[in-house]
């Protein structure tokens, strides 16, 4: 059995806003969330200084402390956007969240840093348990943003826990899409996060990965651009409500997207290059998924972090599977890489882009890398552009690869 | 080697700590307060007062001696009996 699937609420925390109408204005004005912070001044090794926060983050106040007390960072992010995603869907407070109908499927690329900082220092170096309490564990088991998010609102279905690095939100969108769509569940939360931090920076630092314009915030990253030098790490949260069609109708819900294809597979060939034959594949698990053919698709967001590697691979086998003619455009200059939660949030600024009719370019893409795919890049200023079907692509370390496909919703 | 204090102060040390961890106020705080029945605190709770409380005394608490405890006078007095 496959049942209809439609988007009804969403939301996001992210650099650029925590709002649509905040995001989209800087989607437009091309405003990035790229700063120099000083989060990691005091280690010299760094190469990058730059990051790309959320800015005045404050969790909400009406969280109880027994609800709030196992929430790190990156579970704070994640509970928030689905508050805000609930609230958008108008299931907030409502007895169908504990009805054993309602799931959540939810990842980040680790738990909360500072908690596991708590482990380190005491018991790694310190050779004692004295100093560890009950909650550093709970912020950071590998499903603490989906567990919290899940106790928080009292939900009693399914948790899907997609800790797949920079594919935790895209997997979480897209294994909630299929827990509604197989009939496991009728509705399901699905989204990602992380939160940003020196041990997630250093992660790519180390490999290399990271831009070092670090007098230059307003000009990077340049995602596909001949001239980037790396990606810029980021945080954030984002959640999307899934919920099946007959079930959305009968309550009179908002229906943003109808979400039409999900293709998830792995390279299984390396850890952190990524292979262009297993990108192409996950694309056209998508859109058989969807049984559509790729003419069908008016617009690609591409992961594109603005790497030497991923670009070039991701843009190639896009251009293997499309052609030279589609849309595309990543929204990484805007928002840098926010990792677990660049899935989810790109998917909610994509539904929210295809609704109004336009798409925002790559920010700071001016001339493309010979070595990338020849595809229809949007760059300087934002394309109107009114598309049926969208597709979200993001690749993960690990030879993760995912792509979302939605249409427009009549 | 032991901390001396008395046990005003030993009450001091253990209502900054509900203050500041548990986000209790000085009205709700008292001798004859009950951990859970008045404070509220579970089990999560109790782990994480013991570890602030070892910080700040240098004692150890057993699992036994977590039991035995149900208001804030028996964590005084716990506290107290084992610096004497």
């Known amino acids: 059995m496959s049942r209809r699937v439609v988007v009804t609420g969403m939301a996001g925390i992210s650099p650029i806003g925590q709002d649509w109408k905040t995001v989209s204005d800087c989607l437009r004005a091309g405003r990035s969330g790229i700063r120099r912070v000083d989060l990691w001044d005091d280690v010299p090794d760094f190469s990058t200084r730059l990051g790309s926060p959320v800015q005045d983050f404050q969790?909400?106040?009406h969280w109880p402390r027994k609800k709030r007390r196992a929430m790190g960072r990156v579970s704070l992010l994640s509970a928030s956007a689905a508050e805000k995603a609930l609230d958008d869907a108008g299931l907030l407070g409502d007895p169908l969240l504990s009805s054993g109908r309602v799931g959540v499927s939810f990842g980040s690329s680790s738990g909360s840093p500072p908690a596991m900082g708590v482990y380190a220092e005491k018991l790694f170096q310190g050779r004692t348990l004295r100093g560890i309490g009950a909650n550093e564990y709970l912020q950071i088991m590998s499903h603490t943003c989906a567990a919290n998010i899940a106790n928080l609102f009292e939900l009693r279905g399914r948790i899907v826990s997609t800790c797949t690095a920079c594919t935790s939100g895209s997997q979480g969108i897209g294994f909630a899409y299929e827990m509604v769509a197989s009939g496991h569940q009728d509705v399901m939360l699905g989204g990602g996060a992380d939160e940003l931090h020196p041990m997630v920076v250093a992660v790519f630092d180390i490999l290399f990965s990271t831009s070092t314009r670090n007098d230059e915030p307003e000009s990077t990253p340049r995602p596909f651009d001949a001239d980037r030098d790396g990606l810029v790490v980021g945080e954030g949260a984002g959640c999307l409500v899934l919920e099946e069609l007959e079930h959305a109708r009968r309550r009179g819900a908002h229906i943003y997207a109808e979400m039409i294809g999900f293709g998830t597979?792995?390279?299984g060939q390396h850890m952190t290059n990524p292979d262009p034959a297993g990108m192409q594949a996950v694309l056209r698990l998508a859109l058989a998924d969807a049984r559509l053919d790729p003419s069908e698709v008016d617009y690609?967001?591409?992961?594109?972090?603005?790497?030497?590697?991923g670009?070039?691979?991701e843009s190639q086998?896009?251009?293997?599977?499309f052609g030279g003619g589609v849309p595309l455009s990543s929204l990484k200059g805007h928002l840098g890489h926010t990792l677990g939660a660049c899935g989810a949030l790109e998917a909610w600024m994509t539904l929210g882009m295809l609704r109004e009719g336009w798409f925002a370019p790559t920010l700071h893409l001016e001339t493309v890398d010979a070595r990338c795919g020849p595809l229809d890049y949007?760059?300087?200023?934002?394309?109107e552009l009114r598309a049926d079907v969208v597709m979200s692509n993001n690749f993960a370390f690990g030879g993760v690869n995912t792509s979302l496909l939605f249409r427009r919703f009549v | 080697m032991k901390l001396k204090a008395s046990r005003e102060t030993i009450y001091q040390w253990v209502s900054d700590i509900l203050k500041r961890e548990f986000e209790l106020t000085d009205a709700e705080l008292s001798l004859s307060a009950h951990l859970i029945d008045d404070l509220d605190l579970d089990s999560i709770d109790a782990i994480d007062l013991s570890v602030r409380l070892e910080e700040k005394t240098g004692l150890s608490f057993k699992e036994e001696d977590l039991k035995s405890i149900r208001t804030l006078q028996d964590v005084v007095d716990f506290i107290d009996a084992r610096l004497a």
Request: glycine share 6%.
């Open chain 1, 59 to 61: 969790p909400p106040e």
């Open chain 1, 317 to 321: 086998a896009t251009h293997r599977v």
């Open chain 1, 378 to 383: 949007i760059m300087g200023e934002p394309r």
């Open chain 1, 311 to 313: 670009d070039v691979a």
């Open chain 1, 265 to 267: 597979n792995s390279d």
């Open chain 1, 300 to 309: 690609v967001n591409a992961h594109g972090t603005a790497t030497e590697v």
